[in-house]
């Protein structure tokens, strides 16, 4: 799964555990790269009702569900409610105290182009919008970096490398360092399980340290 992230706005949040923002922006370059095309938000919604709504694409953190989209010129606005557990009440505290400020959709890649570095979603299947804090955070990262395998199986050791320099904002040697050992490691599981994808993050932020 890879993640859309743009500086996105939580609009509002009502008394009544009621959430509205922006989950997507259309025609404009986010902090990966990636520009979501015209018409692909109107296909990935087809017959979608509602969509889980979590918390930094943690699929083992629901903290509620949106169940209202609106396109509009600007991308989409969604409407949602917070859960009554325990784990959205404090989502909602949070963002209501600004903590959780942003809003970031996770998506499958079904299509895409390349032009220059930026790439083009032209059809993507929309799984979950997160509440996160700010774009491109680390667990955010870790989402990129499972997607980068695409439909096309494993990257290259360069590919690998590239993406971890352009995307994810690593120096050549550590994105060298990472590539080596994370690569080899991805296949000896399935692309994108989470105990690559913890290894991953683990890896990065040690180099980072």
Partial sequence: MN???????????????????LAIS?????????IVAPGAVSRALAGRKSLPMLLFHDHKR?????????????????KGRFSSSQAGREAREDARSGALGGLSM???????????????LLDFALD?????????????LVSSVKD???VGGLPTLPEFEDALREVMGFSKSQA????????????RGEPGSEPA??????????LRA
């Fill in 106 to 120: 996770g998506f499958r890649t079904l299509r895409h182009k390349f032009e220059g570095k930026a790439r083009h």
């Fill in 148 to 150: 980068i395998t695409g």
């Fill in 176 to 187: 060298a360092a990472i590539a080596g050992k994370g690569l080899s490691h991805l296949l």
């Fill in 3 to 21: 993640a859309f992230d743009y500086n996105l706005e939580v609009k509002a949040i009502a008394d009544d555990g009621e959430i509205e923002g």
């Fill in 128 to 140: 979950e919008i997160s509440l996160v804090t700010v774009p491109m955070n680390r667990l955010t």
């Fill in 197 to 206: 994808a913890e290894y991953l993050a683990a890896l990065g932020a040690q």
């Fill in 62 to 78: 629901p903290v509620g569900i949106w169940n209202s989209f609106r396109e509009t010129s600007d991308g989409l606005e969604v």
């Fill in 26 to 34: 259309v025609g404009t370059l986010d902090e990966g790269k990636d």
